[in-house]
């Protein structure tokens, strides 16, 4: 009782008008805690207002150049592009076969998914193109982008004319751009102009997802960590190794009925040896 009169006593000399007061209640604002800055230590409105403000509010972290540029392109992106993402599930066995082929070390995932495909690219046009003004805009070049996690924040890196290359060859350009990407060497024109992108959110232990179209292209496909689950073989059960697909796209240019054609071909050629 006495440490609530002496509360109250506290209260009482502080100087504040009836309606600050009430103000003060309503927020949860001790005014004895309240230094006034009005005439002669007189508590304002604008006082108990900036009293109540949450205190993490006040430390703002402001976003650094490449998070501000990741930020606006995915929310431009989600803003302007009707989404559409499809899932589904492809046995991985003959990938991770084909990863381990390679002699000096193991094969990206990303540029067995890449071999893959390339030739539905050139098939089902409407993946390599991009809404413009009511129009389609085919590309007649093929430049693959691939997602990169760095220290700075997720990249995509663009291998240009990716058609013409022997798996060889893109893996090697791959790798070149992820270790630019990563130790910040990479070059604005390296970084730019993917017409599809792919992204292996399995690298880092992701299954499904909705990854976000980059802006100026019309799809992106992402693939998950590989891992043995039951499987239906010749009416029988078995274990196997399955990877989960993610399909995004844009429905101004692909209707459902092409998503799935697309995405049932891929899981074809990435289920057949490569």
């Not at 991985?92 to 084909?98: G, H, I, R, S, T």
């Not at 924040?153 to 060889?168: C, F, I, Q, R, T």
């Not at 590989?226 to 196997?240: H, I, R, S, T, W």
Request: proline share 5%; hydrophobic share 40%.
């Amino acid at each position: 009782m006495q440490g609530d009169s002496e509360a109250g006593g506290r209260q009482s000399q502080t100087r504040a008008m009836p309606i600050i007061r009430k103000l003060a209640k309503e927020k949860g604002v001790d005014l004895t805690l309240v230094e006034g800055s009005g005439p002669g230590g007189t508590i304002t409105r604008a006082d108990v207002e900036n009293a109540a403000k949450p205190e993490e509010a006040q430390g703002l972290t402001p976003l650094t150049r490449v998070r501000k540029a990741i930020a606006h392109h995915m929310a431009e992106s989600w803003r302007t592009i009707p989404h559409v993402t499809v899932q589904a599930e492809v046995r991985a066995e003959n990938l991770l076969e084909a990863r381990s082929l390679r002699a000096e070390k193991a094969c990206p995932i990303e540029t067995l998914v890449a071999a893959a495909v390339l030739p539905l690219l050139k098939r089902y046009r409407e993946f390599n193109a991009e809404y413009v003004d009511g129009a389609i805009a085919y590309k007649s070049r093929f430049h693959l982008g691939f997602a990169v996690d760095t220290e700075a924040g997720l990249m995509v890196v663009v291998v240009k004319d990716a058609e013409k290359m022997s798996l060889e060859a893109l893996t090697t350009e791959f790798e070149r751009l992820a270790e630019a990407a990563r130790d910040r060497t990479i070059t604005p024109d390296e970084v730019t102009g993917q017409t599809f992108t792919i992204s292996n959110i399995g690298a880092l232990g992701g299954g499904h997802g909705t990854p976000i179209i980059p802006l100026g292209t019309s799809a992106i496909i992402s693939i998950g960590r590989a891992k043995q689950q039951p499987v239906v073989e010749n009416d029988l059960l078995a274990v196997g190794i399955v990877a989960p697909l993610d399909l995004s796209y844009d429905h101004r240019l692909i209707d459902g009925s092409l998503g799935q054609r697309f995405l049932s071909d891929l899981i074809t050629n990435l289920e057949s040896p490569l």
